[in-house]
């Protein structure tokens, strides 16, 4: 489902993408989420944000991998 997003990378493309990062209050919304989803107190709405936030950083991650591979590619 990914492959038509990876074929139109660019080089700065994929460099940019391998820059992103969350910024310092996304990362603490997501550290408080994740304490309060291991101490098994999320309310529904919070366990919906970080469900969300979870499935955006694995797309995140693996849109980062597929860049990794198109600029090893590049330099090879």
């Known amino acids: 489902m990914l492959e038509p997003l990876t074929e139109a990378f ?5 460099s940019v993408l391998l ?3 969350a ?3 996304v990362e603490a919304r997501i550290g408080e989420l994740r ?3 291991n101490e098994g107190t999320l309310t529904p ?3 919906a944000e970080y469900k969300d936030f979870v499935e ?3 797309l995140i ?3 980062q991998a597929k860049a ?3 600029l090893a590619k590049q330099s090879a």
Not at 10 to 14: E, S
């Open 10 to 14: 660019t080089p700065k493309m994929a």
């Open 19 to 21: 820059e992103l990062r």
């Open 23 to 25: 910024d310092s209050e």
């Open 35 to 37: 304490r309060k989803a």
């Open 45 to 47: 709405a919070e366990d």
């Open 56 to 58: 955006a950083l694995d």
């Open 61 to 63: 991650s693996i849109m």
């Open 68 to 70: 990794r591979r198109f």
